[in-house]
């Protein structure tokens, strides 16, 4: 029996204008947007995330914006369950609902489900977590391109806490933790049509830029110097906000915190397209397209399904 709701999930690298569509698609289809963005769900990080503005949020109804302060623990287990919860909710009134989100793991949660992983001894993590603050980040990485090359290519590495994951899975069971992904797919009872925006590399990497010098002049400094004591804390372990503790503690200048923010920036979204690209489902366009073009395919999509 063919199913009667749909989520249209919007992907792509950063800065690209995936919020704008989102927007423009929500209006049309008179609906609400839920965030798959992991780093804009917290209510400390708005400037450094490019969380959307008051304008845009009065614009079209989002959820998962800002609910969640930095100082709670909010993982994407959490995140599945609550964002399944809301489009339940969400579907009793809207035949369509838009999801957004640079954060695959996320959207991958919602649409697919999280993979199955068996229970691991807490120890693990615990030694693992000390194993960092005494011998760095990189000799986790590299324990990681030992254990689990797979992992080790896919894992957002300059995250710690995706490391530890991956590493404490492969040392608790023996077995790449790679091995356990993709082992079962949930049911959903909406179908899924997904929405790509892309650009040639170089375009991308001067939206990033010029982006980045937008936050700076909106008060990105301001707003990491209040994070500042707080700044152990995983969610703040990112870009945009990590560049710039180095700069407050005297690290650095702020010009090369600046510069590391832009660089590490647009190795994020290569890593992003990386993600995406490997979903064959995902319908690509160019992020100057016409917004009739992408509705149409939208609309051409739903009569197939």
């Not at 008179?30 to 780093?39: G, H, L, N, V």
């Not at 990112?238 to 510069?259: D, R």
Request: glycine share 4%; proline share 3%; with cysteine.
């Amino acid at each position: 029996m063919k199913k009667e709701k749909y989520l249209i999930s919007i992907v792509g690298p950063t800065a690209i204008g995936k919020t704008a569509l989102s927007i423009k698609l929500a209006n049309h289809f008179k609906t609400e947007i839920i965030s798959a963005d992991s780093r804009q769900f917290f209510k400390e990080m708005s400037i450094g995330t490019a969380a959307p503005t008051s304008s845009e949020l009065s614009a079209a109804r989002h959820h998962f914006i800002h609910h969640k302060s930095v100082k709670e623990d909010y993982n994407v287990g959490e995140f599945e369950r609550d964002a399944i919860e809301k489009l339940n909710y969400l579907f009793k009134e809207h035949d369509v609902v838009i999801m957004v989100g640079g954060s695959g793991l996320y959207v991958d949660a919602v649409v697919n489900g999280l993979d199955d992983f068996p229970n691991i001894d807490p120890n693990i993590r615990e030694f693992l977590n000390l194993q960092l603050e005494t011998n760095g980040l990189e000799y986790l990485q590299n324990k990681l391109k030992e254990l689990d090359p797979i992992s080790y290519q896919n894992t957002t590495i300059d995250n710690p806490h995706r490391v530890i994951r991956a590493l404490e899975v492969s040392i608790g069971t023996g077995k790449p933790y790679s091995s356990f992904l993709n082992q079962k797919k949930s049911n959903r009872n909406f179908n899924t049509i997904s929405i790509g925006l892309d650009a040639d590399r170089q375009t991308i990497y001067n939206r990033i830029n010029l982006r980045v010098d937008k936050m700076v002049k909106e008060g990105l400094l301001e707003e990491v110097k209040a994070l500042l004591p707080m700044r152990h804390l995983n969610a703040l372990n990112t870009v945009g906000y990590k560049e710039l503790f180095h700069y407050l503690n005297g690290e650095c200048t702020l010009e090369f915190a600046v510069s590391e923010i832009k660089k590490n920036s647009r190795r994020f979204a290569k890593r992003q397209l990386t993600w995406f690209r490997k979903n064959k489902n995902i319908l690509w366009f160019d992020f100057e397209s016409d917004i009739k073009n992408i509705i149409k395919a939208i609309e051409n999509q739903i009569e197939k399904v």
